[in-house]
């Protein structure tokens, strides 16, 4: 759905420490990002959900997940685990490395390249129960350079992978490329 129209909310919660509550009962939403939130709008939308005055609130960010593909993390052989953190409300979640994947190679920098871009833009095609996946996190190996970086944030990836889970363990190695990126 382009547009969607949550209404008839009972209290909407802004997310803002300094005024937790917004003003109004409905929220219109055009391609993800709210437009308006106010009192009884009536705007066209593709998707129109009446809360029955239950409350709204912004979903929740987990800031460290270690997806590979889809909703599935070989590691613990986990199926539908981001689909079941979205059923307790955490709507968003940022990758700190697809390291679970089977037979990863470790110390190839070309291979950690193509992991983060290929994660990153599987993700961009899959929204498990409507979850955002910030997938793509280019895990630190030895022999990056400048040029490396460059090259995957041409293609979209923007995030750095868990430090030390790549080849390269030493605090400052790690610091003067995390400095790169």
Same mark, same amino acid.
């Given at each position: 759905?382009?547009?969607?129209?949550?209404?008839?909310?009972?209290?909407? @919660?802004?997310?803002?420490?300094?005024?937790?509550?917004?003003?109004?009962?409905?929220? =219109?939403?055009?391609?993800?990002?709210?437009?308006?939130?106010?009192?009884?709008?009536?705007?066209?939308?593709?998707?129109?959900?009446?809360?029955?005055?239950?409350?709204?609130?912004?979903?929740?960010?987990?800031?460290?997940?270690?997806?590979?593909?889809?909703?599935?993390?070989?590691?613990?052989?986990?199926?539908?685990?981001?689909?079941? =953190?979205?059923?307790?409300?955490?709507?968003?979640?940022?990758? $700190?490395?697809?390291?679970? @994947?089977?037979?990863?190679?470790?110390?190839? /920098?070309?291979?950690?390249?193509?992991?983060?871009?290929?994660?990153? /833009?599987?993700?961009?095609?899959?929204?498990?129960?409507?979850?955002?996946?910030?997938?793509?996190? @280019?895990?630190?190996? /030895?022999?990056?350079?400048?040029?490396?970086?460059?090259?995957?944030?041409?293609?979209?990836?923007? @995030?750095?992978?868990?430090?030390?889970?790549?080849?390269?363990?030493?605090?400052?190695? $790690? $610091?003067?490329?995390?400095?790169? $990126?």
């Amino acid at each position: 759905m382009k547009t969607i129209l949550v209404k008839n909310a009972g209290k909407i @919660l802004s997310g803002k420490f300094d005024k937790p509550f917004a003003e109004g009962d409905s929220i =219109y939403i055009n391609n993800g990002v709210i437009e308006e939130i106010d009192w009884d709008i009536s705007r066209q939308a593709d998707g129109v959900f009446d809360v029955g005055q239950m409350t709204v609130a912004p979903g929740l960010f987990d800031s460290h997940v270690h997806p590979v593909f889809g909703d599935f993390t070989p590691r613990q052989n986990t199926i539908g685990f981001i689909e079941s =953190y979205v059923n307790g409300g955490v709507t968003s979640f940022v990758s $700190a490395g697809e390291v679970h @994947l089977p037979g990863r190679p470790r110390g190839d /920098k070309e291979a950690a390249k193509a992991l983060a871009v290929l994660a990153h /833009k599987t993700f961009k095609n899959v929204r498990p129960l409507g979850a955002k996946v910030h997938a793509g996190a @280019l895990l630190l190996e /030895k022999g990056l350079v400048e040029g490396d970086f460059e090259e995957v944030v041409s293609k979209g990836v923007w @995030l750095v992978g868990e430090v030390g889970l790549g080849t390269v363990q030493d605090p400052d190695e $790690a $610091a003067s490329l995390v400095r790169l $990126a």
